[in-house]
């Protein structure tokens, strides 16, 4: 079967503002809580994505620890919409749930895309391109 040879990816990262990262990615960014923990071993989680993607989000509380601020305007996220309504669709979702559009840091993204900053300082940046190597 080839599809067990196909690693699911996961993307987890520690925050402090977990009731606003999951609004910003769920609200806005239209993605799927699939899952979530608590006390778990002192972590609190959740996992966001879309259900048949083979990738997710995690974000973690660690009680008694601070996850802090994003360390650069650099960490960031790219999702790729090629489809002018979809990406359209989408950056319309994310103003509407009240996140205005911030310039990105690297001008690449801004010729094709739109970025936005989560509660954290991470950079989210939905480009209307088809992502190619």
């Known amino acids: 079967m080839v599809h067990a ?14 009731a606003e990262l999951i609004a910003f990615y769920r609200d806005g960014l239209g993605l799927t809580v699939l ?18 993607a083979p990738w997710h989000l995690e974000f973690t509380s660690e009680k008694g620890t601070s996850a802090g601020n ?4 650099e960490h960031l996220l790219t ?12 950056k319309d979702r994310m103003t509407e749930a009240g996140h205005a559009p911030v310039r990105s840091h690297n001008p690449y993204w801004d010729r094709r895309g739109v970025t ?3 509660p954290d300082g991470y950079h989210v940046v939905l480009q209307n391109a088809d992502w190619t190597t």
């Open 5 to 18: 040879m196909i690693p699911i990816l996961r993307v987890a990262r520690p925050t402090d503002r977990m």
């Open 35 to 52: 899952g979530d923990f608590r006390d778990h071993d002192g972590f609190d989680g959740v996992m966001l994505g879309h259900p048949n």
């Open 70 to 73: 994003a360390p650069s305007p």
């Open 79 to 90: 999702l790729y919409l090629p489809d002018r309504a979809a990406w359209q669709a989408a």
């Open 116 to 118: 936005f900053r989560d």
